[in-house]
């Protein structure tokens, strides 16, 4: 259409382009074993559909349980991209550029699930239409909706819009992928020409987006922690509980970003594209996040048991001493003290370790949202949990098999993606090229 | 208008759970069975309990043991926070003050039930069923009308459902004196519990009214509201023993 | 009135409801419908001086 398409000049394109040319037999293997665990999930489901909510485990004063956790777990996971992105943008740290599209990606495949973990939640999936026709704003529910879904979407565009150049070089460079791949280039690119207007057009979009970005950021995941803040329960209703939930998923979905650039870097040979330096540039902002989150967590455990409100201690000591203690502290291990000695003693320069600590971090923040949501339910002010079972709560196969599948999902999404799309940006890595 | 309210006199009530029964029929309330219920999916409206509720609070050594029951419908708070968090309206309070719940409407998000502070939400985990008997002698009253389903009519599963002071009773009061040409009085209409409770220690009435029972045993002493410090108004009021 | 009261009357009334929802979305679509074509579009005059 338009030969003269400009591109600009970057010398790791062949190392970023290369997972892109081909399907390997191991891809369809991973993908086959992704879609084997969802569709153990999609069973699951369907018995769930079929019988309703009680082949869960929750149950009254447990209403809330793997599901939900899934929900605040997987909206936080999605905080990765849009804070490295745009918060780094904003900041003109320059060194994000490698990592700002493998970032935005766990966002933007992290967010359906965390929708759909909604879904799954609910006791009448065929009725959530009435939320349209019926919705009442004052509910935090709709907050949640609504500032879920313009994330959504405003991720997807922001996404969208810094990958077109690189679409268009796919479109251009590819051509050996088959026929359907190539229109489908083609159509995506919306005929970008990569004119010198249109890259300064789209920066200035890109920067003006990442302002929003931010607000959005903070927005979505304080309402997403009213859904508990806006009741009177005990461990719920604190005006921390946003911020707590804010620093809580910046700080998973951060280090879920050092787990996906790991592996990138090792599967598909990258390492001179995402060199060590991002690692420990990654390293000094989680060293930042994790001390922030203990100052959070002194914050909230320091002004519960001071002021020793008899109904709230009921919740903190079912954390510290209780029927959650062990997940508590194991919290409280993977969450602040091995990661924080990783980072300080062993993670400069040392890739492995890095990953070690984000791992930890992300079953330490699941067991974490957990955590918040089901202890105060154990402990109701008045509802009698003395008869034996009661104010307990044991998640069932079910629920088990759809947080796996959930899992699944997102990585099924993310290894498809990064089999047909650029997962490094290579417009935004070139300038560095440019100067010398 | 009236504003309708229950008092329950705890120095008369004798824990023999009559209540429960009574709306346990009147209601339609499925009955879950000895495993559904160990794992706390009973379904009790009208739900009688020791106090104190949990067993990490001190109940005393024998024989100096602190130990007292008390029967709890719903609260039908005056700011009721399950209302504010329902997404879609299932849940509301009408101009009597009575909280219902729209079964015709409810998703079955469960909002409700996290945020009472009572615990007087209960929701359908499975189909209900009856033993062979009970189904046979259901209650057949319903309240149906534009987008609305309420009243004892047979919950589908997974919505929430709660005690509405037995509004279809209301409402059938309010026909029939209408039918007989006359003036509805707030004595006409009491809930099934109230009707049934041994002790007498159920009273029922219009709170506006300052002649009613409700409103005379409202001023006394002993008159105490559960939790008022959350700052729910519950319209359903104690008297404590002694 | 008393403010509580107010709150009261705000919570358990009628609302905006779920067209809230669509409004946001659906202006937020229309703004990066135009933004899109805007960046799209640059440069798309004819250039004095042809780049490259």
């Known amino acids: 259409m338009l030969p003269t398409t400009f591109h600009p000049q970057n010398n790791n394109e062949a190392v970023i382009l290369a997972p892109v040319h081909r399907v390997t037999r191991k891809d369809l293997l991973l993908w086959a074993v992704l879609l084997g665990i969802m569709g153990i999930g999609v069973y699951a489901y369907l018995t769930q559909w079929f019988t309703g909510l009680g082949v869960t485990g929750l149950n009254r004063p447990v209403y809330w349980g793997f599901y939900i956790t899934n929900f605040v777990f997987f909206i936080g996971l999605a905080h990765s991209g849009t804070f490295i992105s745009a918060i780094l943008r904003l900041a003109g740290a320059s060194w994000r550029t490698p990592l700002t599209r493998a970032a935005e990606a766990i966002t933007l495949f992290s967010l359906p699930f965390g929708v759909g973990a909604i879904l799954i939640d609910m006791g009448r999936p065929d009725r959530v239409m009435n939320i349209f026709f019926y919705g009442r704003f004052q509910s935090p529910l709709l907050w949640d909706i609504t500032a879920v879904s313009l994330y959504l979407f405003s991720s997807i565009v922001f996404f969208y819009i810094s990958l077109l150049p690189d679409i268009a070089l796919c479109r251009d460079r590819l051509t050996e992928v088959p026929s359907w791949q190539q229109k489908m280039y083609k159509i995506l690119a919306l005929g970008w020409t990569g004119r010198g207007e249109q890259f300064k057009r789209l920066e200035r979009a890109l920067d003006n987006m990442a302002i929003f970005m931010t607000l959005l950021v903070v927005t979505v995941h304080t309402v997403v922690s009213w859904v508990f803040g806006m009741t009177v329960q005990p461990g719920w209703h604190t005006a921390l509980i946003g911020p707590f939930f804010l620093v809580g998923a910046i700080f998973s979905g951060t280090s879920a970003v050092v787990i996906v650039l790991a592996i990138l870097r090792r599967v598909y040979h990258m390492e001179k594209v995402l060199p060590v330096s991002l690692f420990n540039s990654l390293r000094k902002l989680l060293i930042v996040f994790t001390v922030a989150w203990l100052y959070m967590m002194i914050a909230e455990f320091l002004t519960t048991t001071y002021g020793a409100i008899s109904d709230e201690m009921l919740v903190v000591w079912q954390k510290f001493t209780g029927d959650f203690a062990v997940l508590f502290w194991t919290m409280a291990l993977t969450v602040f003290v091995l990661p924080l000695i990783i980072f300080l003693f062993l993670g400069k320069d040392h890739v492995g370790w890095m990953v070690v600590a984000a791992i930890l971090i992300n079953i330490g923040m699941w067991i974490e949202r957990f955590l918040v949501i089901v202890p105060t339910e154990t402990r109701p002010r008045f509802v009698s949990t003395l008869m034996e079972g009661m104010g307990s709560y044991h998640p069932s196969w079910q629920e088990i098999a759809i947080t796996g599948s959930l899992f699944a999902g997102l990585i099924l999404l993310y290894v498809v993606f990064t089999r047909f799309f650029p997962i490094v940006p290579i417009w935004e890595t070139a300038h560095s090229g440019e100067t010398k | ?242 | 009135m008393d403010i509580s009261e107010l709150i009261t009357k705000f919570f358990t009334s009628t609302g905006p409801g779920g067209g809230m929802i669509l409004l946001v979305v659906s202006l937020a679509a229309s703004i990066y419908f135009s933004m899109i074509r805007w960046i799209l579009r640059g440069g798309e005059e004819p250039e004095e001086h042809p780049s490259n």
């Open chain 2, 1 to 242: 208008m009236a504003k309708w309210s229950m008092v329950i006199d705890l120095e008369k009530c004798v824990a023999c759970q009559g209540c429960s029964i009574a709306c346990r029929f009147e209601n339609n309330t499925p009955v879950v069975g000895p495993d559904q219920a160990l794992m706390g999916r009973a379904m009790r409206w009208n739900d009688v309990f020791p106090l104190p509720i949990n067993a990490d609070e001190d109940t005393g050594e024998y024989p100096n043991v602190t130990s007292r029951y008390i029967p709890r419908p719903c609260m039908h708070c005056e700011n009721p926070p399950c209302i504010k968090v329902c997404p879609v309206g299932a849940t509301f309070i009408d101009n009597e003050g009575i909280v219902e719940q729209n079964y015709a409407r409810c998703i079955g998000c469960r909002f409700c039930t996290v945020a009472c502070p009572y615990g007087v939400r209960y929701f359908n985990w499975l189909e209900p069923k009856w033993e062979a008997p009970l189904g046979e002698h259901l209650n057949p009253d319903r309240v149906e009308g534009e987008g609305v389903l309420e009243g004892p009519v047979v919950r589908p599963r997974g919505i929430v459902e709660k005690c509405t002071f037995c509004v279809h009773r209301l409402i059938k009061a309010r026909e029939r004196a209408e039918a007989e040409g006359r003036d509805f009085r707030a004595d006409e209409y009491v809930p099934a519990c109230v009707q049934t409770c041994t002790g007498k220690a159920r009273f029922f009435g219009d709170l506006d009214d300052p002649a009613s029972t409700v409103s005379q045993l409202a001023k006394s002493t002993r008159a105490f509201r559960v939790l008022e410090e959350v700052g729910t108004h519950p319209k359903t009021i104690y008297l404590r023993e002694g």
